[in-house]
């Protein structure tokens, strides 16, 4: 399951509270990465890391910040929770390598009301 | 028009059915092609990895890349109801490029 933990796995939140969720992996990956996944839309990438400190834009980066002090931890804040938030959240990372593929975590159920 | 298309389903089939989901894209840069399956509420496990066109077989499972129509197959053989879950197919053109997700086909396998 290469390693990764996700918390909280559920949150019920209101509109305009901050959020953040966190992402923990074990095995030293360079490579992280946070998507929401929407019925109808699939897995949309927000924004990934390839190193501390070191983070970028996804396709649907708006609303959301992100953070990595360490290597083993990726944070996802959402500064001011909308509806159109709601979702659930995935965290994965790249094994890099001969396939070099991306394995995902269980996911965080997150739910703006 | 989204570059990955991907039938939503749900496909339905009896246990010991061969089953084939299948996905288009249109971008001719890719050339990896990943099937990832997801039960309910789980995250994507990788299924199947394949690099550019031909097939490859793993047990019960065998993914085909056709590049020159820009479609990717897996087929299922003797399916179980361990099988039932949502199938995504993936791609990207390798290197550091970004994963392209399709939206994932529902299959359930009926005892």
């Known amino acids: 399951d290469a390693g990764i933990t996700q918390s909280p796995r559920h949150k019920v939140t209101e509109t305009g509270t901050p959020v953040t969720l966190r992402c923990h992996q074990t095995e030293n990956h360079r490579y992280m990465y946070w998507y929401r996944q929407d019925p109808g839309h699939g897995l949309r990438l927000i924004h990934y890391?390839?190193?501390?400190?070191?983070?970028d834009k996804g396709e649907v980066s708006d609303g959301y910040s992100v953070s990595r002090s360490k290597t083993e931890d990726f944070l996802l804040t959402l500064e001011s929770a909308t509806s159109s938030q709601t979702s659930v959240y995935f965290c994965?990372?790249?094994?890099?390598?001969?396939?070099?593929?991306?394995?995902f975590g269980p996911g965080t159920r997150l739910t703006v009301l | 028009q989204k570059e990955v298309e991907q039938d939503p389903g749900p496909l339905s089939v009896p246990e010991g059915a061969i089953v084939s989901l299948n996905c288009t894209y249109s971008?001719?840069?890719?050339?990896?092609f990943m099937w990832y399956r997801q039960y309910s509420r789980k995250g994507p496990e990788l299924l199947m990895y394949?690099?550019?066109?031909g097939n490859k077989e793993d047990g019960r499972f065998t993914a085909q890349v056709d590049k020159s129509s820009k479609y990717i197959s897996l087929f299922i053989r003797d399916s179980q109801p361990s099988d039932s879950a949502t199938y995504l197919c993936a791609m990207n053109a390798g290197g550091y490029q970004k994963v392209t997700f399709g939206t994932g086909t529902k299959l359930q396998v009926i005892p």
């Open positions: 994965a990372i790249r094994q890099e390598g001969s396939t070099d593929t991306q394995y």
């Open positions: 394949t690099y550019s066109s």
């Open positions: 890391s390839y190193g501390v400190k070191d983070t």
């Open positions: 971008n001719s840069a890719f050339q990896y």
